[in-house]
């Protein structure tokens, strides 16, 4: 269920996150970062895995199996990783459902910050049908020194479309996108409707510091008519 208190501000500019809110990839990528890892020696269950890597960047994936199981990936582990996902996505990557809709109805600027790799978002973004909707208007972890949750991304995307941060809604779906907008003085906003999301989630979100949780593009869709209108 929908809970939410309408801001005191009307919002500058809507930050999307890619993976889990406009593009249902997360169960795809968390198969493919089980099946990558297996062949180095490291087991993971797809739950194991989700939960290690929704929402980090490349970089912050490699310093979690650093410190966690001891190993360095290779150079050539990160060139097979994106060969197997990309196919995978070529395959079976689906828009989130609704979410074309979300956009379509969307009263007010909008843009993209995700932690995820430029390559992949234009991948992601043209194969799904969305890349028309934002354009330009997209911003990853490669165009700054730290990825979410530091707040930089969301300075960036702010500064660069002439955004007060603070006036900003972003929608996220990890707790670390969360975590991001919050610290970046942003207004964050959970979403739970792709099919990566575990019973406790919307929990873990709220405890991170999201405003509400939706659970649904159309939940998303009626949150921004309200706060937009």
């Known amino acids: ?31 493919n970062t089980a099946e990558c890892l297996s062949e180095l020696g490291i087991n993971l269950t797809l ?101 979410k949750p530091a707040p930089d991304l969301f300075f960036l995307a702010a500064n660069r479309l002439g955004a007060d941060v603070r006036r900003c809604l972003v929608i996220d779906d990890s707790v670390t996108g969360v975590t991001g907008a919050v610290a970046a003085g942003a207004r964050a906003v959970g979403f739970t409707g792709a099919g990566h999301v575990e019973q406790d989630h919307a929990a873990r979100l709220k405890d991170a510091g999201a405003s509400c949780v939706v659970n649904s593009a159309q939940e998303l869709a009626a949150f921004l008519h309200a706060e937009t209108a």
Request: charged content about 20%; overall charge neutral.
């Open 47 to 147: 739950p194991e895995a989700s939960a290690l890597f929704t929402g980090k960047s490349a970089a912050a994936g490699q310093q979690i199996i650093r410190d966690t199981y001891g190993v360095d990936l290779p150079a050539a582990y990160f060139a097979r990783f994106d060969l197997l996902l990309f196919q995978r996505f070529r395959q079976q990557l689906k828009p989130v459902p609704g979410i074309a809709d979300v956009l379509a109805g969307l009263r007010l600027p909008s843009c993209v910050t995700s932690n995820s790799g430029k390559v992949r978002l234009a991948l992601t973004l043209g194969l799904t049908g969305l890349a028309g909707h934002f354009g330009y208007r997209v911003f990853s972890a490669e165009d700054v020194s730290r990825g």
């Open 1 to 31: 269920m929908l809970h939410h208190a309408k801001g005191n501000q009307r919002a500058d500019l809507i930050c999307f996150d890619c993976d889990g809110v406009l593009v249902d990839s997360e169960l795809l990528a968390a198969q």
